[in-house]
């Protein structure tokens, strides 16, 4: 049988390929944009139908239907990590939450510590070869693929093909869905002084021939503004964005001095505009891997001179960072800050940078504190931490003492908050 008939005799409507999915079912979706609107559409108007279905992404980008506390007990949804779609549910309690490193989602699902019974992707146009590319969200997706009863995709010709190990043949697929609008947009964050200013400290340390981690944020993308005029920087990174694309464009990354895979942009998902969904198409200096290969510490780590650079929340004198929640309530998740903060400290000349403003709530609160608030999930923890960045300078504590660490977070706090964190350091007897 030809692929192409192959194609033709899987090919149904969303509603229709919502007959694959059973009571008890955990579905996988890729982060981000990877997400497919038409699938995940039909099944939040269908989702009175089954019993105990769970939906687990890592990033929920679009607030859909079936993510409603009436409804949690036929479809819920299962949080890998929070963003504005699903925060308020974790919060609240009726959205659930599996605490992990993205590095290893892939082996959770392998040891069956986590379920893969379908998986609903976006992905590319088939090949002649019958191959689609799940471009926008390889991450923990094909491991899902490999152990999933049935495999769903929603093919839509704006979905990039990359290249890498992102690939399912039609074969391996239950159900194809068509689809035709646009790919989500996410556009760039908005960068002010604060921001600025900190991406002009962790600038100023990035050297030639650096390999670069960049997530999204204002302070990464301050980062990245600054970068333009250097030479050779390489891309080993879990997210590709415009931030990157506009390095490219400068010449500043050319990926010839990185020691692993010297010549190509490493990324595992993409988050941005439609002309960097154009960039990725059939383009040879790409490859969409799994999170298990970008963000193993032990891999990235084979790069001289990796940067990784990570926001947090609230960060302790004994350097101690709770970047994903509020206290007790969670706020986002883990994702790669540990991975590539362990890869960083692996490189050779690596550089972990986390960075954040020293205050919060019109400079009322410190985000430098004695100890973290109680219930604080610790992301990063005191034993890899490097160096800490705000508006105010740079703390670099890898080897230092706890007093030491605590002289130059005050250091860098906000002013008006110094005198009272060197007075608690002193009752705590850290100083």
């Given at each position: 049988?030809?692929?192409?008939?192959?194609?033709?005799?899987?090919?149904?409507?969303?509603?229709?390929?919502?007959?694959?999915?059973?009571?008890?079912?955990?579905?996988?979706?890729?982060?981000?944009?990877?997400?497919?609107?038409?699938?995940?559409?039909?099944?939040?108007?269908?989702?009175?139908?089954?019993?105990?279905?769970?939906?687990?992404?890592?990033?929920?980008?679009?607030?859909?239907?079936?993510?409603?506390?009436?409804?949690?007990?036929?479809?819920?949804?299962?949080?890998?990590?929070?963003?504005?779609?699903?925060?308020?549910?974790?919060?609240?309690?009726?959205?659930?939450?599996?605490?992990?490193?993205?590095?290893?989602?892939?082996?959770?699902?392998?040891?069956?510590?986590?379920?893969?019974?379908?998986?609903?992707?976006?992905?590319?146009?088939?090949?002649?070869?019958?191959?689609?590319?799940?471009?926008?969200?390889?991450?923990?997706?094909?491991?899902?693929?490999?152990?999933?009863?049935?495999?769903?995709?929603?093919?839509?010709?704006?979905?990039?093909?990359?290249?890498?190990?992102?690939?399912?043949?039609?074969?391996?697929?239950?159900?194809?869905?068509?689809?035709?609008?646009?790919?989500?947009?996410?556009?760039?964050?908005?960068?002010?002084?604060?921001?600025?200013?900190?991406?002009?400290?962790?600038?100023?340390?990035?050297?030639?021939?650096?390999?670069?981690?960049?997530?999204?944020?204002?302070?990464?993308?301050?980062?990245?503004?600054?970068?333009?005029?250097?030479?050779?920087?390489?891309?080993?990174?879990?997210?590709?964005?415009?931030?990157?694309?506009?390095?490219?464009?400068?010449?500043?990354?050319?990926?010839?001095?990185?020691?692993?895979?010297?010549?190509?942009?490493?990324?595992?998902?993409?988050?941005?505009?439609?002309?960097?969904?154009?960039f990725m198409d059939r383009n040879p200096a790409l490859e969409i891997h799994p999170v298990d290969f970008t963000n193993s510490p032990s891999l990235a780590g084979m790069n001289d001179k990796l940067v990784a650079i990570n926001a947090t929340l609230q960060i302790d004198l004994l350097g101690q960072c709770g970047s994903e929640s509020l206290a007790h309530l969670p706020y986002s998740g883990t994702g790669g800050q540990a991975d590539f903060v362990r890869a960083a400290n692996q490189s050779n000349g690596g550089k972990a940078f986390i960075v954040l403003p020293s205050t919060a709530k019109n400079d009322s609160i410190s985000r430098i504190v004695p100890v973290l608030s109680p219930g604080t999930h610790v992301s990063t923890s005191k034993n890899d931490i490097n160096y800490v960045v705000t508006e105010f300078g740079v703390a670099q504590l890898r080897g230092?003492?706890?007093?030491?660490?605590?002289?130059?977070?005050?250091?860098?706090?906000?002013?008006?908050?110094?005198?009272?964190?060197?007075?608690?350091?002193?009752?705590?007897?850290?100083?």
């Amino acid at each position: 049988m030809s692929v192409q008939v192959e194609y033709a005799q899987k090919l149904r409507s969303a509603a229709d390929a919502m007959a694959l999915v059973q009571d008890g079912d955990l579905i996988v979706v890729p982060t981000g944009v990877g997400e497919p609107p038409a699938l995940l559409t039909a099944l939040s108007e269908q989702r009175r139908r089954w019993h105990d279905v769970k939906v687990a992404q890592i990033l929920a980008i679009r607030k859909f239907g079936y993510i409603d506390p009436e409804t949690v007990a036929h479809v819920r949804h299962v949080a890998l990590f929070y963003g504005a779609a699903t925060r308020a549910g974790g919060q609240a309690g009726w959205i659930d939450f599996i605490p992990n490193y993205f590095s290893e989602i892939p082996s959770l699902i392998k040891r069956g510590q986590m379920a893969s019974d379908v998986v609903f992707s976006m992905a590319s146009p088939m090949d002649a070869h019958g191959y689609f590319s799940l471009s926008l969200g390889a991450d923990y997706t094909m491991a899902a693929v490999a152990k999933a009863r049935s495999v769903v995709l929603e093919v839509n010709p704006n979905v990039p093909f990359a290249y890498g190990n992102c690939h399912v043949h039609i074969s391996q697929v239950a159900a194809l869905v068509e689809s035709t609008e646009p790919v989500l947009e996410v556009g760039l964050p908005k960068i002010g002084p604060v921001q600025e200013a900190i991406g002009k400290y962790v600038a100023d340390l990035i050297d030639d021939g650096s390999t670069l981690q960049i997530g999204y944020g204002g302070i990464p993308d301050a980062v990245v503004m600054q970068l333009t005029g250097k030479h050779d920087l390489g891309i080993h990174t879990e997210m590709i964005g415009d931030g990157i694309l506009t390095l490219l464009e400068a010449g500043a990354v050319t990926n010839r001095r990185k020691n692993y895979l010297p010549g190509k942009m490493v990324a595992t998902f993409a988050l941005g505009s439609g002309k960097l969904y154009k960039f990725m198409d059939r383009n040879p200096a790409l490859e969409i891997h799994p999170v298990d290969f970008t963000n193993s510490p032990s891999l990235a780590g084979m790069n001289d001179k990796l940067v990784a650079i990570n926001a947090t929340l609230q960060i302790d004198l004994l350097g101690q960072c709770g970047s994903e929640s509020l206290a007790h309530l969670p706020y986002s998740g883990t994702g790669g800050q540990a991975d590539f903060v362990r890869a960083a400290n692996q490189s050779n000349g690596g550089k972990a940078f986390i960075v954040l403003p020293s205050t919060a709530k019109n400079d009322s609160i410190s985000r430098i504190v004695p100890v973290l608030s109680p219930g604080t999930h610790v992301s990063t923890s005191k034993n890899d931490i490097n160096y800490v960045v705000t508006e105010f300078g740079v703390a670099q504590l890898r080897g230092k003492s706890a007093g030491q660490r605590a002289h130059e977070l005050i250091g860098i706090a906000h002013p008006n908050f110094r005198t009272e964190l060197t007075e608690q350091a002193k009752r705590m007897g850290v100083i």
